[in-house]
């Protein structure tokens, strides 16, 4: 049997952390020629500046604290457990409005952060 219908062998990436003067840190967990996994932590009150869109969808899965993410102008508030996707065309922006770190996982298809 030939390599058609198997998936391919993942592999194990070392994280590296990797903190900006914005008081967020991000770690690339996995990263393929079709998808990035990022653990990302925000720091209170800090932010993601300006308002950015990018080719592909993104999804998100919160870990920890508040996460105010707005989307094309509509604010949604997150917090541990909710799961968000969006199309990454669409401007977004987001910030941690709450006392406590934030952390999330996102998936980005296609990678556009590293």
Known sequence: MGTKG???KGRVQKARPVPDDEGKILEVLARSDNMEG???TV????DWGQVYSHRGEEIRYILEGQL???IGGEKTLLGKGD?????SEIPHTLRNPGKKKAVYFVVIMPPSFS
Do not use: F, M, Y
Request: hydrophobic share 45%; net charge negative.
């Open 6 to 8: 198997r998936a391919k």
């Open 38 to 40: 990022i653990l990302v």
């Open 43 to 46: 720091a209170p009150g800090s």
């Open 68 to 70: 105010e993410v707005d």
């Open 83 to 87: 799961c968000l996707w969006h199309d």
